[in-house]
Structure formats: C-alpha cells, structure tokens
Nanobody, 125 residues
Framework: VQLQASGGGLVQAGDSLRLSCAAS????????VSWFRQAPGKDREFVAA????????YYADSVKGRFTISMNNAKNTVYLNMDSLKPEDTAVYYC???????????????????WGQGTQVTVSS
C-alpha cells in the first residue's frame, strides 16, 4: 500500500490542524498505522499509533491529550488531529504502516515498511 500524507501548514501557537494519510493501491485493512515527526537536525520520533484492532491507540507523552489519531474506513484515510499546537511541534510529519507491528517496537522507524512522503507543520509563537 502507498501512503500520501497531507494537511500540513503554518499556524500559530494554540491553533489546531488536521493531517491526513490516504492509502492507495490497497486499504489499511490488516495494517497498524502510526504518525512520526522529524524536526530539523533531530531524529524521526514517534507521535501516535493505531494498531490493527483500532481500539489499541498510543501516544507519545509530548502530544498526549492534544493529538488524536483516528481512521475513516470509507475514505481509506487515517487522521492526526492536532490541538493546542506549540512551536516545539514544528516538524515534518510522516505516516507509516506495518502489518506486523508489536507494542515493543511502535517507536522504532525500522518497524514500518510503508511510509508517506511527509507534510510540513510549522507552529509560530
């Protein structure tokens, strides 16, 4: 399955933004889907994960309570709703998918075979 991330932009601190990750060439059925982000000069870091069960969802501590991952099966799209954005949320955001994700590896980029191209989120203070 190919992934296409979109929805990034320039916003002010405190604003909200919704990122989308659309699948093509297949569906998200059977895939766990996660969001990562990478700020300039830093490693790519885990943001949120939704397991295949769809009921098991996990967030990085830095975004817990502000970000929400969800899926629209009819649109074959995974979303990342981001509220109360902070300047430190500025990064390129990537969606990733895996058919064999396990809890101990959700934060590892090597656990995911499928990646979207990234979408830039910039939060000004």
């Amino acid at each position: 399955v190919q992934l296409q991330a979109s929805g990034g932009g320039l916003v002010q601190a405190g604003d909200s933004l919704r990122l989308s990750c659309a699948a093509s060439g297949g569906t998200f059925s059977g895939y766990s889907v996660s969001w990562f982000r990478q700020a300039p000069g830093k490693d790519r870091e885990f943001v949120a994960a939704m397991f295949r069960s769809r009921s098991n969802i996990y967030y990085a501590d830095s975004v817990k309570g502000r970000f929400t991952i969800s899926m629209n099966n009819a649109k074959n799209t995974v979303y990342l709703n981001m509220d109360s954005l902070k300047p430190e949320d500025t990064a390129v955001y990537y969606c990733a998918a895996s058919t064999s994700l396990i809890m101990s590896t959700i934060r590892s980029v090597n656990a995911y075979r499928n990646w979207g191209q990234g979408t830039q989120v910039t939060v000004s203070s």
